[in-house]
């Protein structure tokens, strides 16, 4: 498995995951318009040759976030997310991103302790922010620049 930066012929592969694993799966266009942003940070986590996994998000000025991260459900639990997650942390830093943050529904257990175990920590909620009704949660994260500090 190795995680690197997505490219546009990522576009496809990253649009059939979001269609296996997301609630509001991302469009192929959209993912490639996105790709073409200044201020994206889209990494692909491949499995030989197969993108399994993917992470946009975003970088402006000091402030990184993240649009989505998914990864196929055949390839989960093993650290895809996570590897994922602390490239993101690195390309951010490298990009003088001092704190990032993301929202997440209150009833997604797999995201919320994916987070949780990388440190990010509850900042507020969005209520009734999903079409389901549930509410969003908004975490953070600070990313000091000496380096990856964890719980
Ligand atoms: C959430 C998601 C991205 C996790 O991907 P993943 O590659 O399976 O996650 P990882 O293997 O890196 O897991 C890292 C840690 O997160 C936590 N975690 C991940 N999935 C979990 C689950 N189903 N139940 C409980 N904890 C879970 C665990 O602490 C895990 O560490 P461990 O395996 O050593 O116990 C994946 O389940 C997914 O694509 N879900 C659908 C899309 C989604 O909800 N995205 C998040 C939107 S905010």
Redesign the pocket.
């Known amino acids: 498995m190795q995680v690197q930066p997505a490219t546009d012929a990522d576009a496809a592969e990253i649009a059939a995951t979001e269609a296996a694993?997301?609630?509001s799966p991302w469009s192929r266009s959209a993912i490639e318009a996105f790709l073409d942003a200044p201020h994206a940070v889209a990494l692909v986590a491949r499995d030989g040759n197969e993108v399994v996994?993917h992470l946009l998000a975003t970088a402006v000025a000091d402030e990184g976030e993240?649009l989505?991260?998914?990864?196929?459900?055949a390839?989960?639990?093993?650290?895809?997310?996570?590897?994922l997650l602390d490239a993101a942390e690195e390309a951010w830093r490298a990009r003088g991103v001092r704190s990032a943050w993301?929202?997440?529904?209150e009833r997604?257990?797999?995201?919320r302790?994916?987070y949780?175990?990388l440190g990010w920590t509850e900042a507020g909620r969005r209520r009734a922010y999903y079409a389901d009704g549930g509410d969003a949660l908004v975490l953070e994260r600070g990313l000091p620049p000496e380096g990856i500090s964890r719980p």
């Not at 390839?75 to 590897?83: K, Q, T, V, Y």
């Not at 993301?102 to 529904?105: A, F, G, Q, S, T």
Request: avoid cysteine; charge should be positive.
């Open positions: 694993a997301a609630a996994g993240v989505t991260v998914a990864v196929r459900p390839a989960r639990r093993r650290g895809l997310a996570r590897a993301l929202e997440v529904h997604n257990g797999p995201a302790a994916l949780a175990s």
